[in-house]
């Protein structure tokens, strides 16, 4: 069975500083994989998904830039993080083959910004 | 472009009531529609999805939702709610852009489940 992972759970950071979030998923090859952000009181919305290693597509402009060294593994990166960056973080992967389109999604970060 | 609705941000029921989840969409093709759960601080685990087989969608949990094209609605239902089942609830629509598969979400039902 497929797994996915994210960490680290919570996560407290000044502004200003460098953020690192890694989301892995095991169980399956060639994955599309997505990283979502859930303001409070709000759904949520789409910050970059990618295809296959090296490929991210940008669907917001914003403080954050997304990389995808392995084919299971997915990084959401920032150099100066901004309060408005505060927020509930979540990755999910889905296949790419067989029309399937559902996506599973991991049990987020949790980033609050001071 | 496709869109959802979640027309009510706060349901309360009783424990052992029905529940109603109300969503209205919005897409240029047929759709594909899921209903996601959210439990505090936790991530979203799909409770069902509809991809123009069935109407009626059967989920986990003993949840269910009806697809109606004449009324652009996929609302969600469970015939006798249970405490455990208090949690945000999302309806989504499927979107394709690029070769990935883009998910719009609508911005969640809150449901409170009261002795």
Redesign the interface.
Known sequence: SQTIHQWPATLVQPVGSPLSLECTVEGTSNPNLYWYRQAAGRGLQLLFYSVGIGQISSEVPQNLSASRPQDRQFILSSKKLLLSDSGFYLCAWGRTSGGSDTQYFGPGTRLTVL | AQSVTQLDSHVSVSEGTPVLLRCNYSSSYSP?L?W?VQHP??????LL?Y?SAATLVKGINGFEAEFKKSETSFHLTKPSAHMSDAAEY?CVV?GI???????T????TQLKVEL
């Open positions: 594909s899921f996601y601080n936790k991530g979203l685990q799909l999805k991809t999302f499927r852009t690029g070769g990935g598969n883009k998910l979400f609508g911005t969640g």
